[in-house]
């Protein structure tokens, strides 16, 4: 016959009885009502040779009010001493809501049975929670021990494991029916039991490290932005938020760990929501530690590396260096002309579109709104991809005067992020009055320092054509296209201008290839510029400084110089890999010493191949139980 676990304990104070039992060394778990002074004296009776032991009350659930039917109805004993007997273990949070229902189990001490105690047999009658409190308890048989005064405070035990799944709070003598809080229920108003409490995919030392971390935090600073902290985290990545607002930062953090279920690699709100959570506190220390915990938390989920794929010898024939096309003369004149280039033919039927065997990417994505926040604040955001998936490593509102030496600083930590397979990537998308500035120039201190990007490939990604689905469309069909492509002829379009910019976006549908531009934008709305990203052209490349344009630009043109010396560097490389050679020529221009500037010192370069930066996919099925 097996014993009763030592652990059940009965709790005397001022007269009253009371249940409880061992949940650590000195740590006693019982209802509010049945302490209501601030000492107690704790009895084991699985431990008959135990003397009682005086413990004090250290914690109240914080949303008790005094009545044994409000919620938050626990509160923690601390013992003077250890009492010697093994804790309880928690049974996992499903448990008691098994098909077939377990016998479950409470060890409480009524009228009569003060000092030895009795059992009651009970079943959860279902998994819905009142008032997102309570567990409603039937009896087992229908007959038997009812779980009378005495019982408050007493486990809920699952039967067959002598695992702990609640802990009983009242009893109905009218319907014979009882309620337990729930392991679940509990962990949320006493943050410390979340470290014994079962929530697969989070090991103890993971929650206890979160856990404190989250203390250090405080809600007061988070007041009324914990809702949408949560649905930030939660939305993207298929997990309902709970309506309405979280009552502290803790329990929206234990909402994920407990309702989120096990976490997988595409899957990981904990770790969106500590990034969120780092960009609002004040304290940098404290935010570069909530990063830390994200990056451990992912690194511990991450899949094992893949082994790229074997480049076949057809695929390396993709790369032999061609003898480059002439550039036409009729590349520098005005849109007519410089359209005048047959469609490239998509695939052949029965064929399907792959990703070329000659580049892989390991992409670092930094995006830069408005936030609405107050003016000209700043949404900036930094997210590593890995495998296809998006895991965000920084995000803060900042002025603008602020973003430069902060992406900087999160890119270094995005680093840690990436596949160390693929060849790492910086993508930047900016809204349109940005995509002239020189990210690629960006550098940790003023003057000093290697530009980011002759640290590695950097590209820059048009932020109103990333929130288009049909723009989105349009330029994964043209890298359909230019995956079969051995070379990127340059088109050129010159600095004229035209009197109607639309027509020129419907004739660069038919364009399949980079595009240059003989000047940078005159203004964030220039119609020119709008006109080409409109089409949309995956690949835009321009001088951001040089010729000023208009209609008296003729044979001297900086910029038709710059798309002749354009098109002799990139017409015999695939357009995937040309982020790599700009990456080159980026550094050939910073390491130039002529008396004449590089003509590359000053490039602006669109590339955009959605296919490397996917939106976050929703999951198929929320695993919110």
């Known amino acids: 016959m097996t014993r009763s676990p030592a652990w059940h304990a009965r709790i005397d104070t001022d007269g009253t009885v009371g249940s409880g039992f061992l949940v650590s060394g000195r740590t006693v778990l019982t209802c509010a009502h049945v302490v209501a002074g601030d000492r107690a004296s704790v009895v084991f009776p699985g431990a008959p040779g135990l003397a009682p032991v005086p413990a004090r009350v250290v914690v109240r659930g914080h949303a008790w009010a005094g009545g044994d039917r409000d919620p938050g109805d626990l509160a923690v004993l601390e013992l003077d001493r250890p009492p010697g007997p093994a804790p309880a273990a928690f049974a996992p949070l499903d448990a008691p809501y098994a098909s077939p229902a377990p016998k479950l189990v409470a060890y409480g001490f009524p009228y009569g049975y003060d000092e030895e105690g009795v059992q009651s047999e009970l079943r959860a009658t279902s998994s819905q929670l009142i008032r997102d409190e309570w567990a409603q308890l039937g009896g087992w048989r229908g007959y038997g021990q009812k779980t009378d005064h005495g019982f408050s405070g007493a486990a809920v035990m699952v039967e067959s494991t002598g695992t702990v799944a609640g802990m009983v709070v009242s009893h109905d003598p009218v319907s014979h029916t009882s309620r337990m809080i729930p392991a679940r229920i509990l962990a949320r108003h006493w943050a410390p039991l979340a470290d014994l409490v079962p929530t697969p995919g989070y090991p103890a030392e993971e929650k206890r490290w979160l856990r404190e971390l989250v203390a250090r935090v405080g809600s007061p600073a988070l007041a009324g932005s914990l809702g949408r902290l949560l649905r930030g985290a939660a939305g993207p990545?298929?997990?309902?938020?709970?309506?309405?607002?979280?009552?502290?930062?803790?329990?929206?953090?234990?909402?994920?760990?407990?309702?989120?279920?096990?976490?997988?690699?595409?899957?990981?709100?904990?770790?969106?929501?500590?990034?969120?959570?780092?960009?609002?506190?004040?304290?940098?220390t404290l935010g570069a530690e909530l990063r830390d915990w994200s990056r451990a938390h992912r690194a511990r989920h991450d899949p094992p590396p893949v082994a790229p794929p074997a480049v076949s010898h057809a695929a390396v024939g993709l790369m032999s260096h061609a003898p480059a096309p002439p550039y036409a003369a009729e590349h520098a004149e005005p849109y007519a002309a410089a359209l005048a280039v047959a469609p490239v033919p998509g695939p052949a039927v029965g064929t399907s579109p792959v990703r070329p065997a000659t580049r892989r990417w390991s992409p670092?994505?930094?995006?830069?709104?408005?936030?609405?926040?107050?003016?000209?604040?700043?949404?900036?955001?930094?997210?590593?991809?890995?495998?296809?998936?998006?895991?965000?490593?920084?995000?803060?509102?900042?002025?603008?005067?602020?973003v430069r030496a902060w992406v900087l600083d999160r890119i270094d930590d995005a680093f840690a992020q990436i596949d160390t397979e693929g060849r790492e990537l910086i993508a930047f998308a900016l809204p349109r009055r940005w995509l002239n500035k020189p990210v690629d120039q960006w550098s940790a201190r003023k003057g000093m320092g290697t530009p980011l990007g002759c640290v590695a490939p950097v590209v820059v990604m048009d932020h109103d054509r990333r929130g288009s689905k049909r723009l989105q469309f349009r330029l994964k069909k043209m890298w359909d296209v230019l995956d079969r492509q051995p070379g990127s002829a340059v088109h050129g379009i010159s600095c004229a201008g035209s009197a109607r910019?639309?027509?020129?976006?419907?004739?660069?549908?038919?364009?399949?290839?980079?595009?240059?531009?003989?000047?940078?934008?005159?203004?964030?709305?220039?119609?020119?510029?709008?006109?080409?990203?409109?089409?949309?052209?995956?690949i835009v490349l321009w001088p951001r400084t040089g010729c000023a344009g208009g209609a008296s630009c003729g044979d001297s043109c900086r910029g038709a110089g710059f798309l002749n010396a354009l098109a002799d560097q990139l017409s015999v490389l695939p357009p995937g890999d040309l982020p790599e050679r700009i990456f080159e020529l980026r550094k050939r221009a910073f390491g130039h010493d002529g008396p004449e500037p590089?003509?590359?010192?000053?490039?602006?370069?669109?590339?955009?191949?959605?296919?490397?930066?996917?939106?976050?996919?929703?999951?198929?099925?929320?695993?919110?139980g």
């Open 237 to 284: 990545l298929g997990v309902e938020p709970p309506p309405g607002e979280p009552g502290s930062l803790w329990e929206a953090v234990w909402y994920l760990l407990s309702e989120a279920g096990r976490p997988g690699p595409g899957a990981l709100p904990l770790a969106e929501l500590t990034v969120r959570l780092a960009g609002l506190v004040g304290d940098e």
């Open 364 to 402: 670092i994505l930094v995006e830069i709104t408005r936030s609405g926040a107050d003016r000209g604040a700043l949404l900036v955001e930094v997210s590593a991809y890995r495998d296809g998936e998006r895991r965000l490593v920084a995000e803060q509102r900042l002025a603008e005067r602020e």
């Open 501 to 538: 910019p639309e027509w020129l976006t419907v004739q660069l549908q038919d364009v399949v290839g980079p595009v240059g531009l003989t000047r940078p934008p005159r203004s964030p709305r220039d119609r020119l510029h709008t006109a080409v990203l409109d089409a949309p052209a995956p």
């Open 598 to 624: 590089h003509w590359a010192a000053d490039l602006s370069f669109v590339w955009e191949d959605p296919r490397w930066f996917p939106d976050v996919p929703p999951l198929s099925q929320s695993p919110v």
